[in-house]
């Protein structure tokens, strides 16, 4: 039938019979209640006047049963089987149909070849028949879950259908092994965990294989009560340095504290004052407003409990409030670098400077505002047009000012250019720089030099 190939067989094996046989694979696996195809290629290059193929049917430990032979084109069956076996000649594939549990076994395909003497071969098939595998379920006990290092987990693997089941557990996709706290019994269809532990958490599925399919069960993620783990407070504001948070004076400061458990912890904070502590507040977060705190450091316990696995950590902190002022100036010039800090120094001595000498220069104000009081309300409204405001009648006397002849002598002063900063221009810097001149003296007596 295939004669190049055979060609090629014979002086591949160096002798030739003249008859090759051959199948594709040695074992089928079938389903149960289907039909199954069993393929049987042969071969000769001999003239051949009748070709037989005969069908046999073993299993271990019973007599071979003759299932259907053929010479040339005509069939000849046992009549026991005649309805389940089919062959067409020359084909020597085999069809049961269908396919009974007690078909398993080994089939034989023998074909002999009458021409110029008798030429024979034979093959022999393996055939195992199973139901396919249903969809597995896994059940978890107990299923309210389990305390970590105290309770075990026990999950069980139930499939309905299929035969020959192999399990396997797989954990986040990947095949769960025998270890210190994993278990199997000995068909591996029940996992145990012995003891349970944070890193149990997991996705888990029970896979379970036969040789005609595979089915896989949902995820299941056991619940395991752990914790707490990892407790922190951190806070919004302030500087933290260990244990140590520093706030500034006035600023409400939010405390939050965390950790990792499950069920979610519940949180308590302790405030520590002198030899006594008591409880001040529940729950996660916690504000401290700082203008209520005493200057002195203040301790506080954050404190977390697990109320299903019993376990609670806490941990410790205290808050130092700075005042503004000086120790904030202070604290800047440390966090900035030494070259900004002295630039700083400088222009604000620069800037007191100039502030000084343009109240010195200015110190009689009040006799300038007295005689502007003598000017007549005409000049007021003139004044107002100065201004690009609509409604400034609470700035007469600053405009007026402007209008004095004396401020044409006034020096740019390096002060002008600081103010110009606010946005004022033009005619407005006038006015400023009045401004300027009368909460100067009040500054200075906040501040003293
Ligand atoms: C098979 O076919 C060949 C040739 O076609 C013929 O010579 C032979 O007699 C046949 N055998 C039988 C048993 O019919
Ligand atoms: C035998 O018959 C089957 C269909 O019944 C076919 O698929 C197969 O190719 C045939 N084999 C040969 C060698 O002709
Ligand atoms: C038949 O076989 C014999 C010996 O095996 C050989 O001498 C003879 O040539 C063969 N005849 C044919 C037609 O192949
Ligand atoms: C968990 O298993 C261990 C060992 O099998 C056993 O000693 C222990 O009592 C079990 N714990 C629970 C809560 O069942
Ligand atoms: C477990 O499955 C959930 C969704 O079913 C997924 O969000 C989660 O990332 C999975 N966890 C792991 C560790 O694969
Ligand atoms: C059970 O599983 C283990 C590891 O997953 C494997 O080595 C063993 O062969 C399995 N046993 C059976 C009966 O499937
Ligand atoms: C705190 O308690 C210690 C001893 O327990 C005592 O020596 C100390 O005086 C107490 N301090 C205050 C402020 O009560
Ligand atoms: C644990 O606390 C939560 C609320 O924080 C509550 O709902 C739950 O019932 C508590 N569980 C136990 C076992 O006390």
Same mark, same amino acid.
């Given at each position: ?28 696996? +079938? ?48 009549? #026991? ?44 098939? %393996? ?33 309905? +259908? ?40 997991? &996705? ?27 407790? *922190?407070? &951190? ?7 260990? #244990? ?23 949180? @308590? ?40 696995? +019993? *376990? ?66 005409? #000049? ?36 002008? @250019? ?28 906040? %501040?003293? #030099?």
């Amino acid at each position: 039938m295939w004669p190049g190939v055979l060609h090629f067989l014979c002086f591949a094996a160096g002798t030739c019979s003249g008859l090759t046989v051959m199948v594709p694979s040695h074992t089928i696996h +079938g389903i149960r209640g289907q039909a199954l195809y069993l393929p049987v290629n042969y071969g000769f290059h001999t003239p051949a006047s009748d070709i037989q193929i005969i069908w046999l049917f073993e299993r271990p430990h019973t007599m071979p049963k003759y299932l259907l032979g053929s010479v040339n084109q005509s069939v000849v069956p046992d009549l #026991e089987y005649q309805h389940k076996f089919t062959m067409m000649p020359p084909n020597a594939s085999l069809l049961i149909n269908p396919l009974q549990l007690t078909d398993e076994g080994s089939y034989i395909v023998k074909v002999n070849i009458q021409g110029n003497g008798t030429l024979s071969a034979s093959q022999k098939i %393996h055939v195992t028949v199973d139901d396919p595998v249903t969809k597995p379920v896994v059940q978890t006990q107990p299923s309210s879950g389990a305390v970590e290092y105290v309770g075990n987990l026990t999950l069980t693997c139930l499939v309905a +259908g299929g035969t020959r089941l192999v399990y396997q557990w797989l954990k986040n996709g990947r095949p769960v092994h025998t270890s210190s706290t994993y278990f199997f019994t000995p068909h591996n269809d029940t996992l145990h965990i012995t003891p349970v532990t944070k890193g149990d958490i997991g &996705n888990y599925s029970c896979l379970v294989k036969n040789p005609v399919s595979e089915m896989e069960s949902d995820i299941i993620m056991p619940t395991i009560y752990y914790g707490p783990y990892g407790l *922190r407070v &951190n806070s919004d504001k302030g500087l933290k340095v260990g #244990e140590v948070f520093t706030v500034d004076l006035g600023e409400a400061i939010l405390f939050d504290c965390s950790a990792d458990s499950y069920p979610p912890n519940t949180y @308590s904070w302790i405030q520590r004052a002198d030899n006594t502590t008591y409880v001040i507040k529940h729950g996660p977060r916690l504000e401290v407003a700082s203008e209520k705190v005493a200057q002195k450091p203040t301790d506080y316990v954050c404190c977390a409990y697990n109320n299903v696995t +019993g *376990r609670q950590d806490e941990t410790h902190f205290t808050v130092i409030i700075t005042s503004v002022g000086l120790e904030k100036l202070a604290q800047k010039g440390k966090s900035l670098s030494p070259l900004a800090s002295i630039t700083g120094i400088s222009l604000f001595l620069i800037i007191s400077m100039c502030l000084l000498f343009l109240w010195k220069k200015y110190q009689p104000y009040k006799v300038i505002k007295q005689k502007l009081e003598g000017r007549p309300e005409t #000049e007021y409204r003139k004044a107002q047009t100065f201004s690009g405001h609509e409604d400034a009648l609470d700035d007469f006397g600053i405009y007026e000012f402007v209008a004095f002849p004396d401020s044409s002598g006034v020096p740019r002063m390096p002060s002008s @250019s600081v103010l110009a900063t606010d946005g004022v221009s033009g005619q407005d810097l006038h006015s400023t720089i009045y401004e300027v001149i009368q909460h100067i003296p009040a500054q200075q007596q906040d %501040h003293p #030099e």
